[in-house]
């Protein structure tokens, strides 16, 4: 039993440095002082807040060669838009917070910069009361209301 000494404690093994303290400039200087291996990698998109990322199909896409290219709004849309603005003497940040959009987006779809969409496109018209998808383009919105 003269081994079992309450008071005095051994320690058998020295705890594991935490990944933090690994990567600390003292911890990367010490193992190159000790010639220890160092690994180093980076992660893609690590740490980002991207939600989406872009790959070589997009880059296809931007580059707009003949057999693949973005549909654009026509420019006779873009001045229907701003003609129902103008009647209903709405700015473009008016309309766009009307519509729940940014007013950049009302801008392009204005110059017939915007690509399409047809939610976008819905939104535009009954703010403005006026067609600007089908054959009638440009003649006013029938009101639904009850019979």
């Known amino acids: 039993m003269a081994e079992s000494d309450w008071d005095s404690v ?3 093994k020295k705890r594991a ?3 933090a303290e690994m990567r600390s400039k003292q911890a990367v200087a010490s193992a190159q002082r000790h010639g220890e291996g160092i690994d180093t990698s980076i992660k893609y998109g690590a740490g980002g807040n991207k939600q989406h990322s872009t790959n070589r199909d997009t880059a296809k896409l931007d580059r707009e060669t003949e057999e693949l290219h973005h549909e654009k709004v ?3 849309v873009g001045k ?3 003609q129902g603005r103008v009647e209903k003497k709405l700015t473009q940040k008016e309309l766009a917070t009307k519509v729940n959009e940014k007013p950049h987006v009302i801008m392009e779809y204005e110059q017939g910069k915007a690509i399409p969409n047809n939610q976008v496109l ?3 018209e009954r ?3 006026i067609k600007l998808r089908g ?3 440009g003649k006013p919105m029938e009101s639904k209301g009850k019979k």
């Open 10 to 12: 051994t320690y058998l």
């Open 17 to 19: 440095p935490r990944a």
């Open 74 to 76: 026509s420019l006779d």
């Open 80 to 82: 229907l838009i701003q």
């Open 122 to 124: 819905g939104k535009i």
């Open 127 to 129: 703010a403005i009361g």
């Open 135 to 137: 054959k009638d383009k």
